[in-house]
C-alpha cells in the first residue's frame, strides 16, 4: 500500500491549523510560565525565606514539606485541565480541520 503524500505547507497556512495552533500555543505557554514559576519557588523560597518554610504545620511536618509535596498535586491538576481543554477544545478543532481537508 503506498504511503499518503500531503501537502504540509497548505496545511501549515490553513485558517482552521492556523487557529489550533495559536490556541494551543497561548495555553501551553501559559501553563508552562505558571509552572516554572511554582517549582522554582520552591529552591528560591527555601534558600532565601527559610524561617517560613521551617514553620510547623501538622506535627513534624513543616511547610516546606507541604509546598514540595503540593507540586505533585498541582501537576497533576494541571494535566487533567489539559486533558479536559484538549478533548473539548483542540479536538474538536483537529477534527474540524481534518473534515475541512479530507485527510
Excluded at 500531503?6 to 505558571?34: C, M, Q, R, S
Excluded at 532565601?48 to 518554610?53: A, L, Q, S, V
Aim: charged share 20%; hydrophobic share 50%; aromatic share 22%.
Amino acid at each position: 500500500m503506498a504511503e499518503r503524500q500531503y501537502d504540509w505547507k497548505a496545511i501549515a497556512k490553513n485558517p482552521k491549523f492556523v487557529e489550533l495552533h495559536h490556541k494551543k500555543t497561548a495555553f501551553l505557554f501559559g501553563w508552562w510560565i505558571f509552572s516554572c514559576v511554582y517549582y522554582f519557588l520552591l529552591p528560591i523560597g527555601a534558600a532565601y525565606t527559610p524561617g517560613i518554610f521551617k514553620v510547623k504545620m501538622i506535627g513534624v511536618v513543616n511547610f516546606g514539606y507541604v509546598f514540595a509535596l503540593s507540586q505533585f498535586f498541582v501537576s497533576w491538576g494541571i494535566a487533567l485541565y489539559y486533558s479536559h481543554v484538549a478533548n473539548k477544545d483542540f479536538d474538536r478543532l483537529t477534527r474540524e480541520l481534518i473534515d475541512e481537508l479530507h485527510l
